[in-house]
């Protein structure tokens, strides 16, 4: 009997795994996740910008670093759902839940709720849209709310380091 319900738990286990993995979150999560590498490219006003996308945590978070703007994004599932946590500049740490294009090629990150704010007033950020072209180009349009609540948007366009 008691073989009979563990075989059973982990047969229900193993659906559980094989749904969640192609859950269009876990879809476009694993597209993420091979953006992996050393990416170039320039902000709006023509400034360049330099990014590491890295997997880590046993290959269950991808780690973004903006090595131009000092900020670290990381992006993991939970459970049906494609998060991020963005550890800003300012101190202050914006979660956003994603929704996704049907061919997966574009995933728009919305506001959750923000931590270590420190006062009401303050800009931080509350969207952003990723865009996928191909495994060597992507983009980034990301919107902060400003001092006076109004919603400003910056683009980075990145191509892979060497492409």
Known sequence: MKRTFFGFLLLVLLSSLALAASSPAAQAFEKMKALAGEWHGTMDDGKPITLTLASTSGNSVLMQTDHTN????MFHLNGDRLMLTHYCDMGDQPRMVANISPDGKTVSFNFLDV???????????????????????FSEQWFYRNKKGK?????????????
């Open 70 to 73: 000092d900020m670290l994004t």
């Open 115 to 137: 931590t270590n704010l420190s006062s009401p007033d303050m800009p931080y950020m509350r969207r952003l849209i990723l865009n996928i072209t191909d495994a060597d180009h």
């Open 151 to 163: 919603e400003v948007g910056m683009t980075f366009s990145l191509t892979r380091n060497g492409k």
